[in-house]
């Protein structure tokens, strides 16, 4: 970028890393050692895929609101069954036959979402060993009621499930002190900004009045005279937008929690965070839907799968001895996976809140920063997201579950459908509610690596443990290292 920057002394006031005027603020740690703020102007980024975002809601909106009517009150309201006869089946299904249930499992989602907030609010420690212990259990449930239900396919994906979570939590079983450390001080943050809980809850509606128009045209899908294929085919397509509705939600707030936690410690000594400027979080929300809501949408699309896919490698690595075979194929994958997260991470959202960057700037600065610091080995360590998405994974079986039975009652020829795709709709809802907690984690993470004595100002026992586990780890790779030379 060609803009100009200017240093601004220690005694300046920070107003806020997103407030005044188009402009974002950098510290930086001069040669005497005093702290100094760098303003860059910031620009619009990835603004074509903040467009395909739209223009997908728009088509999608319209494709879903028509689905939904041509069934509501009466079958076929539009005549569209007269286009596909001869090859689809006769189904007399009616919309408001189902859309009930989605309504249920918006509210059921929802309750989840808050009540889980509020339990790791009160009781972090026990809920954050639930979030981890139960999913395994709770697959394995899943797993014997679809096999009883002769759902051999879905009976089978969940066992499937059931004992990967398994090998996973066995894997990692030793970090999870360290990461219950971190959670429990996450929520710390994020407990002390009711404005943020606010900006969550706020999404969260939005995200539900999305969803009342998505489960409007679910319900005329699973209500149509299409056979089960296409009836399926058209709710994977409305599912693969649901989940990147949400995960652009879910990362809008991501960012605002982003800046108001940097802030938040970037003042701690100087000034109490509830006296925090109104300006800090409008200006945060206003950059996170504008200049920066192309990144945000593009980062959506694949920051979840890939990092999904390093955590399992990542753990199955740490196990395996003995096979150089296996280890060689699972080497490869983990560099390739490795390779991808150099330029898809969840730490580019702190980046795009603090600095306004583009996407794949923000994760590659990021990602730079861990290893020049070393701090890539912490991050490598904690399992925080991992136990969040497990939470949210538990809540989104939770709201199936309960939606299942009741179309199980109801309509038996239709449960995996509805209750697949209710399942999804609880996920949404709850990790728009985990989402906080993470953003606090990266933020964490970030301020760590770029200046540690942020940290250190706020908590400084929690520092020293940090510290410490990063030293254990740096030696433990070091160790590993002189290992493999030894060896080869």
Not at 112 to 127: C, K, R, T, V
Not at 223 to 233: L, N, P, T, V, Y
Not at 246 to 273: K, P, R, Y
Not at 438 to 450: D, G, N, P
Request: hydrophobic share 50%; net charge neutral.
């Amino acid at each position: 970028m060609s803009d100009s920057t200017t240093s601004v002394s220690p005694s300046s006031d920070y107003a806020s890393i997103s407030s005044g005027d188009q402009s974002l603020q950098r510290s930086r740690r001069s040669g005497d050692g005093n702290r100094v703020i760098v303003r860059e102007s910031r620009h619009w980024h990835d603004v074509f895929w903040s467009a395909i975002f739209v223009i997908h809601l728009i088509c999608l909106g319209f494709a879903l609101g028509v689905l939904g009517f041509n069934r509501f009150s009466r079958s076929d309201r539009l005549n569209i069954d007269r286009y596909t006869h001869g090859f689809l089946e006769n189904h007399k299904g009616l919309t408001e036959d189902y859309w009930p249930l989605y309504a249920v499992a918006g509210g059921i989602g929802v309750c989840i979402s808050w009540i889980w907030s509020l339990l790791l609010g009160s009781y972090a420690n026990e809920m954050l060993k639930v979030s981890v212990h139960i999913l395994t259990t709770y697959l394995a449930v899943v797993s014997v009621l679809c096999f009883w239900c002769r759902q051999f396919f879905w009976g089978g994906a969940f066992a499937v499930g059931a004992l990967l979570q398994f090998l996973y939590v066995v894997s990692v079983i030793d970090r999870l002190p360290f990461t219950m450390l971190v959670l429990r001080k996450a929520l710390k943050l994020v407990w002390g900004l009711p404005k943020v809980i606010m900006v969550a809850n706020a999404f969260t509606i939005i995200m539900l009045l999305w969803m009342s128009l998505w489960s409007f045209g679910a319900s005329g899908v699973v209500a149509s005279s299409m056979g089960d294929e296409g009836r399926w085919w058209l709710l994977v397509v409305f599912s693969v937008s649901l989940f990147w509705t949400g995960a652009v939600l879910c990362n809008t707030v991501h960012v605002i929690v982003s800046g108001m936690v940097f802030h938040v410690l970037f003042h701690c000594g100087q000034e109490e965070s509830s006296s925090l400027p109104p300006s800090s979080l409008i200006g945060s929300l206003r950059y996170a839907v504008t200049t920066s809501f192309g990144s945000i949408c593009y980062g959506s699309l694949f920051t979840a799968a890939i990092r999904t896919l390093r955590w399992e490698i990542r753990g199955f690595r740490s196990k395996i001895c003995g096979n150089e075979c296996l280890l060689c194929c699972v080497d490869f994958l983990f560099h390739l996976v490795e390779t991808l997260v150099r330029f898809f991470n969840k730490y580019a959202y702190v980046q795009i809140a603090v600095y306004g960057k583009g996407f794949n700037r923000s994760a590659r600065d990021a990602w730079e920063l861990f290893q020049s610091t070393g701090v890539e080995a912490l991050v490598a360590y904690d399992c925080s997201g991992a136990v969040l998405l497990m939470g949210t994974i538990c809540g989104g079986l939770i709201t199936g579950s309960c939606i299942g039975i009741w179309a199980w009652i109801k309509y038996s020829d239709r449960v995996i459908m509805v209750a697949s795709t209710a399942m999804l709709m609880g996920m949404v809802l709850v990790g728009l509610g985990m989402v906080v907690v993470e953003s606090a984690v990266t933020s964490i993470y970030i301020c760590f690596a770029e200046d540690p004595l942020l940290i250190q100002r706020w908590d400084a026992d929690f520092f020293t443990e940090m510290s410490e586990t990063l030293h254990r780890r740096l030696q433990h790779r070091s160790a590993r290292a002189r290992e493999v030379l030894t060896t080869a």
